[in-house]
């Protein structure tokens, strides 16, 4: 039987804090007192976050990318959410933004058409 993916866990200071936060990001409520936010359906991978108590250093090495279908909408919305812009790319016909989380977690977010 192959290996699956379970989850993406990130870590933060502050997890409840992060929790609702990634909760809101992918729609998902964060459970009360829990540090995950809600299941995610099956076909996709969880997210798991994870009380630490050093603070993020250096660049994730792996990070989430987000698909978006209305680009600049969701933009609008992680940065009234927590998020903070790093960085905008565009190559191609390729465009992605990468955010940082409340933690500085870093995330992109990729531009799909419909």
Do not use: Y
């Not at 978006?68 to 998020?83: P, Q, V």
């Amino acid at each position: 039987m192959p290996m699956g993916l379970l989850a993406i866990s990130v870590d933060g200071s502050d997890i409840a804090r992060l929790a609702r936060f990634l909760g809101r990001v992918l729609d998902r409520p964060a459970n009360p007192g829990a540090t995950l936010p809600a299941s995610i359906p099956p076909a996709a991978s969880g997210s798991c976050s994870n009380q630490v108590p050093e603070g993020k250093v250096v660049k994730n090495r792996l990070h989430p990318d987000l698909a978006a279908s209305d680009f600049e909408l969701e933009t609008d919305r992680l940065i009234k959410l927590g998020a903070v812009q790093l960085n905008e790319f565009e190559q191609g016909s390729s465009r992605w933004t990468t955010f940082a989380d409340p933690e500085g977690n870093e995330f992109d977010v990729i531009a799909t058409t419909t």
